[in-house]
């Protein structure tokens, strides 16, 4: 099992946004302030707006959600799902690769080696503290065995990470992978070779993201197994704030 399999995954997500946003019907929440009984100021499509939510929310996270709205009603945000703090703080990084160059990176000898000198040539020429705190992110985590990659997905940005581990149990190698992406969701799987076959076993957070997905896959070539569950956490994520704040 190499790297390079991870192409299925990529050829996998590399979904058209417009049919994913259309029948997903995700948005992406900031929520301001929480206004009591329920109700919260948000910013959605940079609008700010007043929404009501059946769960108490974070003020300063982001969330995913799906909106609803009748005529004349408060917009309502159900099946909310907080976002990890690694998309939010990598957003702004210079450090963004595209799909046509991650295909690349994911289909060298050694990508990881590729990662490590983009990341090395960024920190040293970072100018904030910012730039300095992105890329010592993405090199922790790639110091611990986790690649992680900002992505432009379609113009939406997202995070991808992977990370190969022999699983002990079937005593085979295999590759760990989680996504965050805007119009999906957060997805997270296993990618592992069977009788010379790539199986791929995805986890989805919401139902509707299954179902665009099992759409979507008819004419792939691999057997792709999705189940929907509550938690998908990144395979890593750094905290360096009090390193930063010591150093800088």
């Known amino acids: 099992m190499n ?9 996998l997500i590399n979904t058209n946004p417009n049919e ?11 929520i301001l302030k ?3 009984d329920g109700k919260y100021s948000v910013l959605l499509d940079n609008k700010r707006l007043t929404a009501q939510s059946d769960k108490p929310l974070s003020e300063g996270a982001k969330y995913w959600s799906q909106l609803t709205q009748t005529k004349d009603s408060v917009p ?26 991650l295909k690349t990176i994911l289909s060298s000898v050694k990508p990881e080696n ?10 040293s020429t970072a100018t904030t503290k910012e730039e300095f705190s992105n890329a010592s992110t993405l090199l922790l985590s790639l110091q611990n065995q986790t690649m992680t990659i900002p992505l432009n997905y379609h ?13 002990k149990k079937t005593k085979k190698s295999q590759i760990d992978f989680y996504a965050a ?29 299954k179902q665009f997905l099992e759409n979507d896959m008819k004419n792939l070539s691999y057997e792709v197994d999705i189940s929907v569950i509550n938690l998908i956490e990144p395979l890593y994520n750094a905290n360096i704030n009090s390193l930063l704040d010591l150093c800088i």
Do not use: C, M, W
Not at 92 to 97: G, R
Not at 114 to 123: A, F, G, M, T, Y
Not at 193 to 207: K, Y
């Open 3 to 11: 790297i390079s399999q991870l192409g299925s995954l990529v050829n």
């Open 20 to 30: 994913a946003k259309a029948l997903i019907k995700l948005v992406s929440v900031d």
């Open 34 to 36: 929480s206004l009591g």
């Open 76 to 101: 309502q945000l159900s099946q909310l799902l907080k976002q990890p703090s690694l998309l939010k703080n990598l957003q702004h990084t210079n450090l963004e690769y595209s799909l046509k160059d």
């Open 114 to 123: 590729i990662l490590k000198q983009n990341i090395l040539e960024h920190l």
């Open 155 to 167: 113009g939406y940005f997202s995070v991808l990470q992977f990370k190969k581990r022999y699983n």
């Open 181 to 209: 992406l805007e119009l999906l969701g957060p997805i997270s799987g296993i990618i592992s070779l069977e009788n010379g076959r790539v199986s791929i076993e995805l986890n989805v957070a919401f139902d509707k993201t």
